[in-house]
């Protein structure tokens, strides 16, 4: 089947574009507004973007009445926010705090999640989650789209703090069979992941370090090629 997004239909059941694009991290992200109200929501539109310093994004569609989420507006105005892994243990806090409260509702208590403080930025971490990421705003970037949810907010940040409990490693190594980590899929599909392969990229050699995010290689490499 063939279709153009907005000009012919795709004539199934239900729309397949994100069901093209999985299995996509999920953005667990904790904010504070600046008059110290928490706010916990997953987005399915979230990734790293570089290694050293590390940047990471997601992204926020409007409402379904056309205003901009908490999250987006939180982290702009406070400049803050932190990345929470989302596991298959904390699958049923992440679906909760997916709901739409009215402003003021806290979304952790709402989760059942205990709140644990940050050490670089003013922003209330997920205690159970086993890997978080403390987040300096960067930038946005809004793009366009059709009323009343189309239109998206691109958040950039720079991850300051990592956080990984010493139980989810392995000779060193972040375990996924320890942390199990959820991911989105299409429609109402998630997926887990419990295993892995390795592949390494025959002819890399030495730059091979920019596929594992290894920073000091990095700077290191740099030093040599200056």
């Given at each position: ?15 397949p574009f994100k069901a093209c694009v999985i ?155 320890k942390t199990q980590p959820i991911a989105r ?42």
């Amino acid at each position: 089947m063939y279709y153009e997004p907005g000009i012919t239909e795709h004539n199934l059941p239900r729309d397949p574009f994100k069901a093209c694009v999985i299995p996509r991290p999920i953005g667990w992200i904790s904010t504070q507004s600046k008059d110290g109200q928490a706010n916990l929501a997953p987005y399915s539109q979230f990734n790293n973007l570089t290694f050293d310093p590390p940047y990471v994004m997601f992204s926020s569609n409007q409402t379904v009445d056309g205003s901009r989420k908490d999250t987006v507006v939180n982290a702009e105005a406070t400049g803050e926010f932190v990345w929470n892994l989302a596991t298959w243990d904390l699958r049923e806090a992440v679906n909760v705090s997916a709901q739409q409260f009215p402003y003021g509702v806290d979304e952790f208590e709402r989760a059942g999640v205990h709140k644990e403080r940050a050490r670089l930025v003013d922003v209330p971490m997920v205690q159970e989650s086993p890997v978080k990421f403390e987040c300096r705003y960067h930038s946005t970037v809004r793009l366009p789209g059709n009323p009343p949810m189309g239109t998206v907010d691109v958040v950039i940040a720079r991850v300051v703090a990592v956080h990984i409990k010493d139980e989810v490693l392995t000779d060193g190594i972040l375990d996924v069979r320890k942390t199990q980590p959820i991911a989105r899929c299409g429609y109402y599909q998630y997926a887990v992941v419990r295993d892995t392969f390795d592949m390494q990229i025959p002819g890399m050699g030495e730059v091979m370090f920019g596929l594992e995010g290894n920073a000091r290689k990095n700077r290191t490499f740099g030093d040599k090629v200056e």
